[in-house]
Nanobody, 125 residues
């Protein structure tokens, strides 16, 4: 139903900022809640952020509150993750995710309907 393509990852230093983008193609992007997950080497995939279909209820995992912001622009079929004050422990592959539930303000892994292929963020010490 939808294809998700992430971009914006790269190699940065401790304290730097990056903005990740996820562009959705297919039908009814604006009807889906969107989110971000990440997976560090040797670690489990973990929830980072989500935003409902209208962009009204952004939600962040506790460990990124105050540093990361999620937003979306439905006119561009795009969801963003602004990451400030990056730390080495943020190093991971970041995955865009979508659920067909338009009202979801947080997304469990089991509720994800579509995944992007990920973009790598590496933060050096």
């Amino acid at each position: 139903q939808i294809q998700l393509v992430e971009s914006g990852g790269g190699l940065v230093q401790d304290g730097d900022s990056l903005r990740l983008s996820c562009v959705g193609s297919g039908r009814s992007f604006s009807g889906y809640a969107m989110g971000w997950f990440r997976q560090a080497p040797g670690k489990e995939r973990e929830y980072v952020a989500a935003i409902n279909s209208m962009g009204h209820r952004p939600d962040l995992a506790d460990f990124v509150k105050g540093r990361f912001t999620i937003s979306r622009d439905n006119s561009k079929n795009t969801v963003y993750l602004q990451m400030n004050n990056l730390k080495p422990e943020d190093t991971a592959v970041y995955y865009c995710a979508s659920t067909m539930n338009p009202f979801a303000v947080t997304i469990a892994q089991g509720d994800v309907d579509w995944w992007g292929n990920g973009t790598l963020v590496t933060v050096s010490s």
